[in-house]
């Protein structure tokens, strides 16, 4: 994966190992997380965002912990505006395949790329990204020995040894030139004392073909215990008409993550699987 520091090179990255033999697949398993969440919504169990005495909540859940966009899902599927929105409150990340069509994140979103040829062409176009690069693969070295671009592993990674989480790092936030304000890490009771897991952010026509989707976030009692991003709010990006399991297993989970390449149909088609 790619991604720049603040202070660095617009252009610059950071990269990331893929993982194991599966390289070529999302490592998201939607039938344990995505499902979980999505079941627990469709059951009722996250109240709206938007309502006057929610609002709030969220507002200082990001502030304490900050917001990660896509735990599941592309954040290309969403409206600019509610990214923007929440986003003010902390710091956030976020990555996206969709830097081809949807260049208002640029300033929000790291681009996600799997080759030096993608890498290259996203930072022409003024994204910062980040590169899965397969296993044993060295970072993209340039003639004067120095790894191009300021390109560095992602040092959340388990690959880095976990040196940090992506909660402290704050640098997968897009072109925006900051790591956003620091999170508070007020604790939650202080700010949601009736315990409230998770609410529903937005829910609409999907950005990407026009599907009903879902926005959800997670992680706002007890904390994310994701070692390498750390207790940030947690949000997911789900069809809202069918299981997150299904619609990966037949193709409507282009909906919330567009034809990123490592959907489980993409590398099956790629791979010339029936």
Known sequence: MAITTATADARASVTISAHGASDSRCYVQTFQGPRAV????????YPDANQAHRRPILEAAIAARGIR????GDPGAL?????????RYGRSTGYTHQWRRRSGLRG????SVES???MREAQR??????????????LDIGPDGKPWSGELECPASAEAGHRTTCQACGLCNGASGSTGQRPTGTPWRQWNPEGIRGLELWRGASRLDGAPIVAIATGLAAPSSNPKTGPMVQTWILRADVAPHEAQRD????????????????????????
Do not use: H, K, Q
């Open 251 to 274: 193709g409507r989970d282009a909906s919330v993550c567009g034809d990123c390449p490592l959907r489980p149909l993409m590398a099956r088609l790629a791979g010339g699987e029936a």
């Open 38 to 45: 999505w079941s627990a919504w469709n059951e009722g169990a």
């Open 125 to 138: 176009r003024g994204w910062r990204t980040f590169r899965v690069r397969p296993r044993g693969e060295e």
């Open 108 to 111: 929000l979103m790291m681009a």
């Open 116 to 118: 030096l040829e993608d």
């Open 79 to 87: 409206p600019l505006a509610l990214i923007r929105r929440w986003s």
């Open 69 to 72: 966009w896509g735990a599941y």
